[in-house]
């Protein structure tokens, strides 16, 4: 994001001060502001602004010498949190192009919608306009930052400022996972990633342990030092704690695929496919930066989180296709694509979490495979789950992120195509339910432990910006995580009201 400037230096959110500069939300059907309804009645009129959902007008206020910003939301019945931050987003870039430093918007209860998460989206909103990744250019984003004062309902000041605090805090970390993603291999390696996540998370209470090729060895991570053989990277074992519940022995568990380049190993990519394999670590900051928003807003929940960093390369050591080799489970594994690793890696990391960190239950969260590009695009992670309850809970928390997810089946008929011949298992089941079959694969390392896979290759990477989301990495995966750990009861959201 910015190397010099924090999104809490960049943004500055204040309660009740009257600005120059005004934002006024639109619904179709509900009036306007008395000091705007001239104004708003004329542009309807024309047909130049009538409030529809993703309106936006931009006019000059002579007499009060400021911007006014008219954002459309649609019907008032309508308009959903997905369409609050989009129209935050909107308002932060109008008030940028407009060279806009500090503004001033009234945050009206919307039907249906909980008034603490109403105001969540249009933070949430206003600091995606933020993020650039501009390190590597030699001329930068000026990042001007913004000043906005809200108007809200008398009573709720103290939810809405918990609520502007905790966000803030949420896209830092959600910044920080697109960071990781964007960051060449060059640079990103095991090591330094191992580095970046004690930098990160020590300091905010969270432990921080990591173990090389050594130790991961004496664990018996056969399959995962299988793929790191092919690199000269040291490979990293890299375990995150966050106590925020002594009073609680249960524990939820995070794994993120962490494979910094992804070359194919001797089944070589096509080197178009090569270009962007800096992103194959996608799952590992989703749980890196979703371990950092937990800690910054000492979520009452204990999570542990796991990565096994490696690349994976082809050098006279690499292990090819054909070969077989073991798993700190036991099973054995026949190698028929070594373009298939980040499974081998995962199935140690799924193993450890629950024979060694003793977790209730886990979410594994990984840019697994094409073929779930295929079936779901861009728009949509893939999810598989082994128990029902806790993958309810990870779509409601997918849904409240609005990070959407759609559960593809994992009958015991896929996971026969993992079955082994020479081996216990096969890693790749061929090319029919590509995204099943991986998924098939992971599940015979979770045993009766709750486990949920999220293949997230089609949505952690975007070849184009989609709405606030730029192009490049997402950050996928990091509001998921974090909702799922917060598990706020959809009738306990703080606001003391019901929807």
């Known amino acids: 994001m910015m190397a010099d400037k924090s999104l809490h230096e960049m943004f500055s959110f204040t309660l009740d001060m009257e600005k ?38 931009t006019t000059l206020d002579a007499a009060r010498k400021g911007v006014l910003i008219f954002i459309g939301l649609g019907k008032e019945k309508s308009v959903n949190l997905e369409q609050v931050r989009k129209a935050g987003f909107k308002a932060a870039q109008e008030l940028s192009s407009n060279k806009v430093a500090s503004a001033c918007m009234m945050i009206s209860k919307l039907s249906g919608l909980c008034y603490r998460e109403t105001t969540k ?36 000041e103290d939810k809405v400022k918990s609520a502007i605090a905790e966000t803030i805090n949420l896209m830092d970390a959600v910044f920080l996972a697109r960071d990781l993603v964007n960051e060449p291999a060059i640079s ?13 998370l020590t300091s905010l209470g969270v432990e921080v342990e990591v173990l090389g090729r050594s130790s991961a060895a004496e664990l018996g991570m056969a399959a995962f030092l299988a793929v790191a053989k092919g690199s000269s990277e040291e490979p990293k074992v890299i375990i995150m704690r966050y106590k925020g519940d002594k009073e609680s022995q249960r524990l939820l568990g995070l794994v993120g695929k962490g494979v910094t380049y992804d070359s194919g190993g001797y089944s070589l990519k096509p080197k178009d496919s090569m270009v962007t394999m800096y992103d194959d670590m996608g799952g590992s900051a989703a749980v890196i930066g979703a371990m950092k928003a937990l800690a910054l807003n000492d ?67 990984a840019t697994l495979t094409g073929a779930c590009v295929v079936a779901l695009g861009e728009q949509m992670s893939g999810a598989f789950a082994s128990d029902d309850e806790l993958m309810k809970r990870v779509k409601n928390a997918a849904e409240k992120s609005a990070e959407p997810t759609w559960q593809l089946p994992l009958n015991e008929e896929y996971r026969e195509l993992v079955k082994g011949t020479r081996s216990d298992l096969k890693n790749s089941g061929g090319r029919w339910g590509g995204a099943i079959s991986a998924a ?33 990495a997402t950050g996928t995966g990091v509001k998921t995580l974090y909702n799922l750990a917060l598990e706020t009861p959809e009738s306990g959201c703080g606001c003391g009201e019901k929807n």
Not at 188 to 200: F, H, N, Q, R
Not at 444 to 462: N, R, S
């Open 20 to 57: 120059d500069n005004v934002v006024i939300p639109v619904c179709e059907d509900v009036a306007v502001e008395e000091a705007y309804r001239e104004e708003y009645a004329f542009l309807s009129e024309k047909g130049i602004f009538t409030g529809k959902s993703g309106e936006v007008y």
């Open 121 to 156: 989206a249009w933070v949430e909103g206003m600091l995606q306009s933020a993020y650039t990744f501009d390190k590597y250019l030699a001329k930068k984003k000026n990042h001007t930052g913004l000043e906005m004062s809200f108007f809200i309902k008398e009573g709720k």
């Open 188 to 200: 990103l390696t095991p090591g330094s990633l191992a580095v970046i996540a004690e930098k990160e």
């Open 299 to 365: 979520v009452k929940r204990n999570v542990t989180a796991v990565v096994l960093a490696t690349e994976n390369m082809v050098n006279g050591e690499a292990y090819k296709p054909g070969d077989i080799i073991g798993s700190m489970a036991g099973k054995t594994i026949e190698i028929l694509s070594t373009d298939a690793e980040g499974r081998l890696t995962l199935a140690d990391a799924l193993h450890y979490i629950i024979t060694k960190e003793k977790v209730d239950e886990v979410v594994d969260i």
């Open 440 to 472: 098939a694969f992971l599940r015979e390392f979770t045993g009766d432990t709750p486990w949920v896979h999220l293949d997230i290759a089609g949505t952690a990477y975007l070849t184009a910006g989609k709405g606030y989301l730029p192009k490049g």
